[in-house]
């Protein structure tokens, strides 16, 4: 089992930037493939960006590539979101989740790989 918590979100002006951390309990992080999914009001969940457990292979939605960047240190059982030129439409909860693999080098983008999810964080982007 695996506990995560993020950190990190809060309320910015369009065009700043965030760092979202995701901290994760337990000895074997670096077998978890990682993930940062979002959900606004009224929408359903939808993938932002994973990495494999490796931090090798990286995967992002069109939305946001060229914008935010996803990295892992295995040393601290943490993942992180960096976001930046942040847009009003990034608004929402951002939720990390993680996957036990034995694949090093894939990162999944589908919600029903993951075994883990933290509770969320919120990101609030003002026009």
């Known amino acids: 089992q695996v506990q995560l918590v993020e950190s990190g979100g809060g309320l910015v002006q369009a065009g700043g930037s965030l760092r979202l951390s995701c901290a994760a309990s337990g000895r074997t992080f670096r077998s978890y493939a990682m993930g940062w999914f979002r959900q606004a009001p009224g929408k359903e969940r939808e993938f932002v960006a994973a990495i494999s457990s490796s931090g090798g292979s990286t995967s992002y939605v069109d939305s946001v590539k060229g914008r935010f960047t996803i990295s892992r240190d295995n040393a601290k059982n943490t993942v992180y979101l960096q976001m930046n030129s942040l847009k009003p439409e990034d608004t929402a909860v951002y939720y990390c989740?993680?996957?036990?693999?034995?694949?090093?080098?894939?990162?999944?983008?589908?919600?029903?790989?993951?075994?883990?999810w933290g509770q969320g964080t919120q990101v609030t982007v003002s026009s």
């Open positions: 989740a993680a996957d036990y693999t034995y694949n090093s080098r894939r990162a999944y983008v589908q919600p029903s790989e993951y075994d883990y």
